[in-house]
């Protein structure tokens, strides 16, 4: 692959290559953009097989975090990082801080963040050498795990898809399928029960979905049995990629709205789910309560700011739905278009 001309058809700015011989560390920072505000995105660490392999996931995960900012009305822009290597054997306290002063090095243009493969304690270790970190543990004065707020704003987005879908606003009696109740499918679990909501939930940990199922009086059901539940919504909160040509087929929901990053498989037809009157809440966008809680600490958010934006999701959802419908294109194509357009407007 070339490295330029990848960049130069996903439009971005910049991509730096770092190496530490001493640490071992291997890392790639992509800069999508900074025309709302400094790229902010997790660093991921991952063996991937090539190093192609990490640039391609860079550059798309990237400009994903251009899009999400964008869409939730923070003034970020959208920036990533890979690590090359294996997390639970290669990672050390000198592999980070070599990774915390090639930060530094880029002087706030990006800012990283957790994600799969680095944990609270690496971005403590990463704030001894920059300030350009979030999701720093709340004794360092962080803002601490996002999930409870990513949860609060996939509960304002199912909100948002009922009345626009069902055209009732009250929740009660509503049966929702929740695939996954980690740390975000378990706080939505309790929004959804406080609200008379019936729920159907899956797990592949069998521990944490019998609590569930006794926290929520909910209904649990195999893995695979998910998809075909007969419910209203249909909420994934696991893994991506969970909408393919399998899937779709299957789902009964009229809704699909839920917490998991990249859920649209990649070879999936764009109007798959449209053409099956399947309303779909783009991920990015229902999922930005994280996005929105560990950025406050860069953007000096108080707790209140952080909600009310996170709220703001129900809104943005709304925007989305009747734009989509006035240009009879899927959600998630408009949701683009529309973060595009806040891009160029600030250019
Ligand atoms: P988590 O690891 O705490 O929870 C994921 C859960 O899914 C686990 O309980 C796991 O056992 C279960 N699971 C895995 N494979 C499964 C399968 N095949 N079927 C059913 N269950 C399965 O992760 P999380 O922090 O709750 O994040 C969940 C999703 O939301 C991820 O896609 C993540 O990228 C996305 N997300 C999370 C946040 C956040 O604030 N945590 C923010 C934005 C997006």
Request: charged share 25%.
């Amino acid at each position: 692959m070339h490295t330029l001309s990848e960049m130069m058809s996903k439009n971005h700015e910049r991509v730096y290559f770092g190496y530490d011989k001493a640490s071992g560390l291997k890392a790639i920072i992509a800069v999508h953009s900074t025309v709302l505000g400094p790229a902010l995105g997790g660093t991921r660490m991952w063996d991937y097989s090539s190093e192609e392999l990490a640039l391609q996931d860079v550059l798309r995960l990237s400009r994903g975090m251009t899009y999400k900012a964008a869409m939730a009305g923070l003034a970020l822009g959208g920036g990533k990082a890979v690590i090359i290597g294996d997390s639970t054997k290669d990672k050390t306290d000198d592999m980070m801080r070599a990774f915390g002063r090639m930060v530094e090095e880029l002087d706030g243009k990006y800012i990283t963040a957790e994600d799969v493969g680095t944990t609270e304690h690496d971005m403590s270790v990463i704030y001894s050498q920059t300030r350009h970190v979030t999701g720093i543990p709340k004794s360092f004065g962080g803002s601490g795990d996002p999930s409870p707020v990513t949860a609060r704003g996939v509960y304002q987005g199912i909100r948002a898809c009922v009345k626009e879908s069902m055209r009732v606003t009250s929740l009660d009696g509503l049966r929702v399928a929740v695939q996954g109740i980690g740390n975000v499918g378990w706080y939505l679990c309790g929004y959804l029960h406080a609200r008379g909501v019936k729920l159907f939930i899956t797990d592949i940990n069998e521990y944490r979905l019998q609590a569930a199922v006794k926290q929520f009086g909910a209904t649990a059901v195999g893995p695979d049995e998910i998809y075909d539940a007969d419910v209203d919504v249909f909420a994934p909160c696991a893994l991506g990629a969970v909408l393919n040509d399998n899937t779709v087929s299957r789902i009964r929901a009229r809704i699909v709205a839920g917490g998991a990053n990249n859920q649209l498989a990649p070879d999936l037809a764009d109007d798959a789910l449209m053409r099956r009157g399947i309303l779909y809440a783009p991920d990015y966008v229902i999922n930005a309560g994280g996005l929105i809680s560990a950025s406050s600490e860069k953007l000096n958010h108080s707790n209140r700011e952080v909600l009310e934006k996170t709220d703001n999701i129900y809104y943005t959802l709304e925007r989305i739905f009747k734009s989509s419908a006035v240009e009879g294109v899927p959600t998630h194509i408009m949701s683009d278009r529309l973060a595009e357009r806040r891009i160029q407007g600030a250019v």
